[in-house]
């Protein structure tokens, strides 16, 4: 059983930034890919960002130039970093993770971007 534990999440003002973290209780090397993914209100589940375990990150276009996805395998943590943050944002964000062809989730982390 994998297990990701989040962090980070908050409230912030429309051009901000916060950070999120994710930390795995896994090995980063048997992690094939890591990300997070977001829901807000009456929305579905959408992807934000993802990075393989050879450093290859992804993002959703309306993230792009904006949020920076980073792993660190030594500490088994994936990192969101969240800058000039929209209303639009707002959302719960999960922790994703792919091991050994299972997907596993965190428990979610609230971010709020409002005035």
């Known amino acids: 059983q994998v297990q990701l534990v989040e962090s980070g999440g908050g409230l912030a003002q429309p051009g901000g930034s916060l950070r999120l973290s994710c930390a795995a209780s896994v090995r980063a090397f048997s992690i094939y890919r890591m990300g997070w993914y977001r829901q807000a209100p009456g929305k579905q589940r959408e992807l934000v960002a993802l990075?393989?375990?050879?450093?290859?990150?992804n993002y959703v276009d309306s993230v792009k130039g904006r949020f920076t996805i980073a792993r660190d395998n030594a500490e088994n943590t994936v990192y969101l970093q969240m800058d000039s943050l929209k209303p639009d944002d707002t959302a719960v964000y999960y922790c994703y993770a792919m091991v050994m062809g299972v997907a596993y989730w965190g428990q979610g982390t609230q971010v709020t971007v409002s005035s």
């Open positions: 990075i393989t375990s050879s450093g290859t990150a």
